[in-house]
T-cell receptor, first 115, second 111 residues
């Protein structure tokens, strides 16, 4: 059973550059979530998709952040004009819609460092 | 809004000691409750969950009981091992939506 995968695992960029991260969910999962985790904190929800529809995006940190899931399979998270404060671990999770008790399965994360 | 509070770490125990990590929550309605674990260098893994009041989740010797009256979901293990050293996150989900995580509690188990 292939789990959630994320690419790249690490990204170092200079302030002002754009970065894009990819997430491949578990194949039969129709929901996909993006979180940000800073050092010493729990994951913070950013956005989620059900199939290809983005159902919640008000938690995206600014208009520099955007996410897509064009065919309801993999997803990308883009950060434009990166800032040093964007340095964090970006986590992707997927789940199969089932209401209460629905379990999210997390990928290993992409660690971003903005210099 | 919904929130999760966990006891602050780090928690340091000797092998075979009893573990309790406190977790309390604030939520509207009846959320599902979860414990996730993050081992060094790895992603978050589901440890256990409970979906309604008085449910007990258990896995790998860990247990937690959903207590609606005290809005708590404390994690316990009778005898910890060095391999249990990790960061433990309590989380809630209102159902099919994003999770709300606590800040995590780092556990170190010494041989």
């Amino acid at each position: 059973d292939t789990g959630v995968s994320q690419d790249p695992r690490h990204k170092i960029t200079k302030r002002g550059q754009n970065v894009t991260f990819r997430c491949d969910p578990i194949s039969e999962h129709n929901r996909l979530y993006w979180y940000r985790q800073t050092l010493g904190q729990g994951p913070e929800f950013l956005t989620y998709f059900q199939n290809e529809a983005q159902l919640e995006k008000s938690r995206l940190l600014s208009d520099r952040f955007s996410a897509e899931r064009p065919k309801g399979s993999f997803s990308t998270l883009e950060i434009q004009r990166t800032e040093q404060g964007d340095s964090a671990m970006y986590l992707c999770a997927s789940s199969l819609e089932q209401g209460m008790g629905e379990t999210q399965y997390f990928g290993p994360g992409t660690r971003l460092l903005v210099l | 809004g919904d929130s999760v509070t966990q006891m602050e770490g780090p928690v340091t125990l000797s092998e075979e000691a009893f573990l309790t990590i406190n977790c309390t929550y604030t939520a509207t309605g009846y959320p599902s409750l979860f414990w996730y674990v993050q081992y060094p260098g790895e992603g978050l893994q589901l440890l256990l969950k409970a979906t309604k009041a008085d449910d007990k989740g258990s896995n790998k010797g860990f247990e937690a009981t959903y207590r609606k009256e005290t809005t708590s979901f404390h994690l316990e293990k009778g005898s910890v091992q060095v391999s249990d050293s990790a960061v433990y996150f309590c989380a809630l989900s209102p159902g099919g939506q994003n999770f709300v995580f606590g800040p995590g509690t780092r556990l170190s188990v010494l041989p």
